[in-house]
């Protein structure tokens, strides 16, 4: 999700269902992005770092290790999941409201470069055939599009969208299955407080993370300072994955406290 800060969806009643989430599962109080724009966040969330990143370019590929790099060598499936990305792969900077800033997965170019994974960055319409093929990956990444993720349109607009989308997923998770969600930023010129969260202190505002699904905690609030570092440690970790770029810092701490 997108520019939103803690305070605009947690109590909101224009976003209901998020809110019932939280109060259902496990909500993170004290998790922080950690930059502004968007770009940054989206790398180091599958990346472990913003690689130097400072903007939405959209001609900045990145010559890295990556999530995909350590799901494929351990045999872990996975797939990401773009709303109104007009075909699998599509390396466009934008269509209709996809918008490739919100797509890290297309900015490592061993992920581009290599057809058999590039394949695997596909529309969001592809995820209603999965789960009803019941084949839904172990690691799946969705990113709404510009007005389902709050970027361009409100929370009441985002929060319909999941409520209509998350309940077909959640079920399908297994039983030890978790969904993770969070947003990239909070508004644009946010910041958090140095040492707020850590390596580097995030910069990029407090934000919503919820952790729901059979294997989130139930009905937990958990003020432990988080950023998207911790959250990429939470999937390594899970894993049994090596940790990239900063998650390897002994200062970012896992999500294991929103876990049940």
């Given at each position: 999700m997108e520019n939103h800060q803690y305070g605009d969806i947690i109590g909101n009643p224009q976003a ?245």
């Amino acid at each position: 999700m997108e520019n939103h800060q803690y305070g605009d969806i947690i109590g909101n009643p224009q976003a209901p269902y998020i809110n019932s989430l939280a109060h259902h599962y496990a909500l993170a109080t004290n998790y922080h992005a950690l930059a502004h724009p968007s770009l940054p966040n989206y790398l180091a969330l599958i990346g472990g770092s913003s690689f130097g990143v400072q903007s939405d370019c959209t001609d900045c590929p990145v010559s890295a290790p990556n999530l995909v790099d350590q799901l494929e060598a351990h045999g872990i499936s996975w797939k990401a999941y773009m709303e109104d990305m007009p075909s699998p792969c599509f390396l466009g900077q934008g269509f209709m409201k996809y918008a490739k800033k919100h797509d890290p997965f297309l900015y490592f170019t061993d992920i581009t470069r290599t057809p058999a994974r590039c394949d695997k960055v596909v529309p969001l319409t592809e995820l209603s055939a999965d789960l009803g093929n019941h084949a839904l990956p172990q690691f799946a990444f969705i990113t709404p599009n510009l007005c389902h993720d709050m970027h361009g349109c409100g929370p009441n607009q985002g929060d319909t969208f999941l409520s209509q989308l998350l309940p077909t997923i959640l079920p399908q998770l297994g039983p030890s299955g978790v969904l993770f969600m969070t947003w990239d930023e909070g508004h644009p010129g946010s910041s958090t407080i140095p040492g707020a969260a850590c390596c580097p202190a995030a910069q990029g505002g407090q934000v919503v993370t919820i952790a729901a699904g059979p294997a989130a905690g139930q009905g937990v609030t958990v003020g432990t300072a988080y950023d998207h570092y911790s959250l990429l440690r939470t999937i390594e970790d899970a894993w049994g994955l090596e940790r990239l770029g900063l998650t390897a810092c002994s200062c970012v701490k896992p999500m294991t406290d929103l876990l049940s």
